[in-house]
């Protein structure tokens, strides 16, 4: 343990010490999937050996993500072949991780939670906020996580690290990267640099991306649902603008208003006070145009468009971190401190006009979050280590929205998404883990954590829904805990054993969320909501052999869902429906289930099978329901009815032959989706079902070529086709079809 000498405040610090000296962090150049030694930083916070954690974690590389292409961070997720995304339009994607999405999953940038408190269980886009372009690493932890994590981090937690500036040792170090591409399935045009200024004490890293996509393109083979996937009409104002008209399309295969942009922004500085003390400052701003909802425009009623227009405002993330790392061999209680402190702004917002209407709805939101960790670790008698910490979040949610008539341009009030009287919620937390290494066979890692959580809100107008109430104050508390053992009987075979818990705290978007779904429902406020808790067990194995050419490695997992939130029907005063938007909607809301249950199976086989040519091939099978009681009646007994869980993908996986050269790398593989049954979909409206056909969703596979070329020292060339026959395909859950055969091409400079 004694090489463990940084926690994961010295993340920032670790290159630092790296780069003074001028070497780069990454000097495996020969990309070989099976590393005998790999670090990993999320788990518990703590530099420490991949092979020592019970916890399944991927590591993806920003190696693996320049030759991969992807578009989006959501497409850096997807590639892995390990976690499946949903989209709902092309501006979008939503991770699935052991069959729990949106806020049931956590995202971290850079130690700073990025999921707030207006973080929805349906699906999420927020992931595509982060520039995928300025990303050294990312580590997807499987499982709960709540020990390290705290509130949602129920499937799994999926942690970004961006690059680091580069100080200079004698003179100034000065780094310029910089790459343009342009893909033809949504004609996509992104131009990114990035450029390093660092001196002996300071550095500077600025980062710059911009992406204009087009309409998305889907596949053209159909085969056996010829019509499934097509847009044959659009909306459009008629001529005189005096109403919509459908318009016919001329190409079914584009998606019409698909399209999107995006721009990132980044700044990083370093300062050095000494050889064990760093601070940092981390500034990233994204933001978008307006972004369709694709499943939106292409929903008809009676063989109508339903709505005209249907789209997300620009999407605003701004979020400035400073941290301070600090090292010390003489303090009792650490030997490394890392403290961040954040706030984020966040502008969000929906406006939607039905088809033949004039009247365009605005709801806007924004979200303010105020965030304090302190990070602490300390090594004790060499084969025990101590991390341990205090976290505290503050978000703050105003809720706004009108009622805008396009044909004079008056106003008039409509209801907030959210409490019209503000809203906010608190937490605070402390955690402790512990690392033992029994021996060089064994090794025993423990936690826990305690959190307190306070929600309040409130309704000033209830002018449109007459709630029973109009201020809600809801206070919870969780304690979680994990016991993880390692069992390394011989060098090449090891075992691990798992058990964690999670707990989600209901958020104001499950608490007072007025939200319209899809199939005529109405989700309504639910003031008697619960925290859900996750119990996990899990077991997993990985062996070597040919001398560590061939990895084997699998895993099987088990998850009780206590108090599970889940869209069930409801009431409210009485009713079962009322009229929304001129609409007759069934009223439902997020309600706590008795119990669910969620276990699932990994396995992979990777093979270096030479200097040159590699292999891996994965799969992932989920399997979730949820147990609902069904109350006693004069013939049949109290009993449970399973009803099949939402977010739960059909069995998928990946297989991958990579080839590398002195110049030349590539990547040939298939990527493939069992189908989606219709008896197996949740009856909760969440996994779009109108979005599929009337069997559920068909099945896939595409077959997908990327290479990358050395032109010199300065510059490369990357060459790719994904979805090589063209077949048309819809990922699971989502709105809107994949792209169809799509032709890509990338230049990079490198000083």
């Known amino acids: 343990m004694k090489k463990h000498i940084f926690n994961l405040g010295t993340l920032v610090c670790l290159p630092f010490i790296a780069f003074a000296q001028n070497k780069e962090t990454e000097t495996d150049t020969t990309l070989k999937l099976i590393n005998l030694k790999e670090i990993v930083f999320s788990a518990n916070k703590t530099e420490e050996d991949k092979a020592d954690v019970a916890y399944t974690i991927d590591v993806i590389k ?29 501006g979008g994607g939503s991770p699935i991780i052991r069959g729990f999405e949106a806020s049931r999953v956590l995202i ?124 044959y009409f659009y909306a459009g104002r008629n001529y005189n603008n005096t109403g919509d008209s459908m318009i016919r399309n001329s190409n079914p295969n584009i998606q019409k208003f698909s399209g999107y942009s995006q721009l990132d922004l980044m700044e990083k500085l370093i300062y050095k006070i000494d050889d064990n003390k760093n601070i940092g400052l981390n500034i990233q701003y994204s933001t978008s145009s307006n972004i369709n909802r694709y499943d939106r425009l292409s929903e008809t009623q009676s063989g109508v468009l339903r709505f005209a227009e249907w789209y997300y405002g620009p999407q605003n993330r701004f979020l400035a971190s400073l941290h301070t790392t600090i090292r010390s061999d003489n303090s009792k209680i650490y030997d490394n401190l890392r403290i961040t402190t954040a706030f984020q702004n966040i502008d969000e917002s929906r406006i939607n006009r039905r088809f033949n209407s004039n009247n365009k709805r605005y709801q806007i939101e924004n979200i303010k979050v105020y965030s304090v960790n302190a990070d602490f670790r300390k ?42 009287g503000g809203s906010s919620m608190m937490t605070g937390a402390v955690y402790l883990t512990h690392t033992w290494e029994i021996n060089d066979k064994l090794i025993l890692t423990d936690g826990i954590r305690y959190s307190n959580n306070t929600l309040k809100a409130n309704f000033n107008d209830t002018l449109f829904y007459p709630f029973p109430f109009k201020n809600t104050t809801q206070k919870n508390d969780a304690l979680n805990g994990n016991l993880g053992l390692v069992i390394s009987p011989e060098e090449y ?88 938007n001129g609409v007759l909607s069934r009223v439902q809301s997020q309600q706590n289930a008795d119990k669910a249950t969620v276990q699932g199976v990994y396995g992979a086989i990777t093979s270096d099978l030479n200097d040159h040519v590699s292999f891996k091939s994965s799969l992932t099978y989920t399997l979730g329901n949820y147990f609902q009681k069904v109350p006693e009646t004069n013939s049949i007994p109290e009993h449970d009815t399973i009803i099949p869980l939402d977010h739960i993908p ?15 790398e590539s990547e040939v593989y298939a ?81």
């Not at 190696?63 to 092309?90: H, P």
């Open 62 to 90: 920003a190696k693996q993500i320049e030759l991969s292409n992807a578009q989006t961070s959501a497409d850096v997720l997807s590639n892995t072949g390990n976690i499946m995304v949903q989209k709902s339009q092309a």
């Open 493 to 580: 075979v090891r075992f691990s054993i798992l058990g964690s818990t999670g707990y989600r705290s209901p958020n104001i978007d499950d608490l007072t969320k007025i939200f319209e779904s899809t199939g005529g429902n109405l989700i309504v406020p639910n003031e008697k909501l619960k925290p859900e808790y996750a119990y996990n067990g899990e077991v997993g194995f990985e062996v070597k052999a040919f001398n560590n050419q061939l990895k084997i490695e699998g895993n099987y997992y088990y998850t009780i869902l206590k108090n599970a939130i889940v869209t069930k029907n409801a009431s409210i005063n009485g009713q079962d429906s009322i009229v929304y």
């Open 379 to 420: 090594l004790l008698k060499e084969k025990h280590e101590l991390s341990y910490g205090i976290e505290f979040l503050y978000n703050d949610v105003t809720s706004k929205a009108k009622s805008v008539n396009i044909s004079d341009n008056t106003e008039s009030p409509w209801s907030t998404r959210y409490p019209d």
């Open 108 to 231: 971290v940038i850079d130690g700073v939670r990025l999921n707030n408190a207006v973080y929805r269980t349906g699906h999420l886009q927020n992931v595509i906020t982060i520039d995928n372009a300025i990303i050294d690493r990312t580590e997807v932890i499987y499982g709960p996580s709540s020990v390290i994590y705290g509130s949602d981090a129920l499937g799994g937690v999926m942690h970004f690290y961006t690059k680091t500036p580069l100080l200079g040792i004698d003179s100034m170090n000065f780094k310029l990267n910089s790459y343009a591409r342009y893909s033809s399935a949504n004609q996509e045009k992104t131009g990114h640099v990035d450029f390093n200024l660092g001196f002996k004490k300071i550095a500077s890293l600025t980062s710059i991306t911009y992406s204009d996509f087009d309409d998305l393109r889907t596949g053209y083979s159909r085969t056996p649902n010829p019509d499934f996937g097509r847009c």
């Open 650 to 664: 059909p069995m998928f996986g990946q297989t991958s032959v990579f080839f590398r050269f002195k110049k030349f």
């Open 671 to 751: 990527r493939y989706s069992a189908p989606k049954l219709l008896k197996d979909y949740s009856p909760s409206g969440e996994d779009n079902l109108s979005q599929a056909t009337p069997d559920g969703m068909p099945g896939w596979v595409t077959f997908n070529i990327k290479t990358s070329y050395k032109i010199n020292n300065h510059f490369s060339a990357n060459v790719g086709i994904e979805n090589l026959f063209d077949t048309h395909y819809r990922v699971f859950a989502s709105g809107i079809s994949s792209p169809g055969r799509n032709i890509f091409v990338t230049l990079r400079a490198k000083i």
